[in-house]
């Protein structure tokens, strides 16, 4: 029975995986860059890797001195939706182990 939960719940690791990952986007938002005013420099917090991506889409803004600060509406609807997408995964699958792979049915 515990391997068929495992083999059933495998496929939500990698939503797990994104939500729980600290990108540079979460360090900016950390630090309180969430305006221009609180803006901050990519060295100042030692946010590594690329910020073109967040930058792009919407995430992160970018100032003409370099600093940038957090899109807080777009960080959060991005966080909230792929909670909701695992969650949603979480009950069809928790579902489908119920409905298919029941112990009465052993």
Do not use: H
């Not at 990108?23 to 690329?50: C, H, L, M, N, W």
Request: proline fraction near 8%.
């Amino acid at each position: 029975m515990p391997l068929r939960i495992g083999v059933m719940l495998y496929p939500l690791v990698p939503f797990a995986m994104i939500l729980l990952k600290k990108g540079p986007v979460a360090k900016f938002y950390a630090s309180g860059a969430i305006s221009p005013e609180t803006a901050r420099r990519p060295q100042s917090i030692e946010a590594k890797g690329d910020l073109d991506g967040p930058i792009q889409k919407g995430m992160l803004i970018r100032l003409e001195d370099g600093r940038c600060f957090v899109n807080v509406d777009r960080y959060r609807r991005t966080r909230r939706r792929w909670a909701t997408a695992f969650i949603a995964a979480l009950l069809v699958f928790g579902t489908a182990e119920l409905l298919f792979w029941a112990p009465w049915q052993s």
